[in-house]
């Protein structure tokens, strides 16, 4: 048996997990500080802009391809292991282009998804308007609208995974601090060191997101990873807005609207950046200033009842582009699957499935 370490218990790490449990080679251990879905998990909307992103090739596009192409199957798979559903939306995404957004930009993405197989419509205001009656569509001069794009809850599909995971075998530690790594004393592999004992593996994951910048640093190779907040809110109406039958996550000027269900809707999220690179405290006017842009959308949701608002940090590298996924620089059996930014619950199954290649499963 190949043993794995994995470090992190986010969406990356529990979707790694997962994976990697699929091959019967691997004896995989997951040890998280916390619970899982505790770090930038928690703070994710969980809307998959895949499709109607603006990349067409290289490694951002294919990293986005596989990944919607892997949770048709993934989705499936969870739900008849652990035998519950995951809120998963399936009416895709409707993004609202504003006055002075360039419409040719959107017909040459469709013309390219087309010829990708992907579909990717442009709605005039009509047709925005006959879809969606709830939008106020006073700035607004179309809609594109992505049907194979979706929306998922991303802690709920982080539990899914790691109950799946352990029926399949794998050993997760939860409320473990890594005080140490170190090269193994018996093999070419490594040696964790926690309250827990001593760990040893032949393949080291690390997806923990902002912890991963002291891990490296104590192997001597710091990858600067720095945090940027979003907030978001849980708002809740007596009933749906719109049609009832066709709910998709909606979003316009970087504000995402995302039903839930019912009269309940996530609202968010802002991006707001460290003032000293590593420091940044939650702005509660940036959070009022996404409810007030939602609001102008859908005016409707004047009326909600603000259930909760929320928080999370997520982890942006520094200096180079996101996320880093890949070996360690100099060393060949610790891999990196971390600073994945805003994009975390999106690319999480094609970065478990680059990890999986990596090791060979």
Known sequence: MVKVAIIGCGIIGATIAYELSLVPELNVTVLEQKSPAQGATSA??????????HKVKGTAWRLRQSSMQRYETLIPELEKSIGRKIPFNRQGILLLCLEGENLASWEELAEVRR???FS???WDLEKVKANCPQLNLERVIAGVYSPQDRQIDPTALTLALVDAATKNGVNFQFGVDVSEIEPSPTSTGWQVKSQ???LECDWLVLASGL??????KSLLHQIDIRPVLGQALHLRLDNPVGNPDFQPAITGN???IVPLGGGDYWVGATVEFPTDGYQVEPDASR??????????????????TIIKSWQGLRPRPEGRPAPVIGNLPGYNNI???TGHYRNGILLAPATAQAIRSAIGG
């Open 335 to 337: 891999l990196l699957a």
């Open 196 to 198: 827990n004992g001593n």
């Open 115 to 117: 010829s990708q197989g």
């Open 254 to 256: 970087d504000v995402h």
């Open 44 to 53: 994710a909307l969980g809307v998959l802009m895949g499709i109607i992103s």
């Open 211 to 216: 912890g991963s910048s002291l891990l490296t």
């Open 287 to 304: 959070l009022e200033l996404v409810r007030e842009e939602a609001i102008a959308f859908c005016p409707a949701l004047a009326n909600a």
């Open 120 to 122: 990717l419509e442009i």
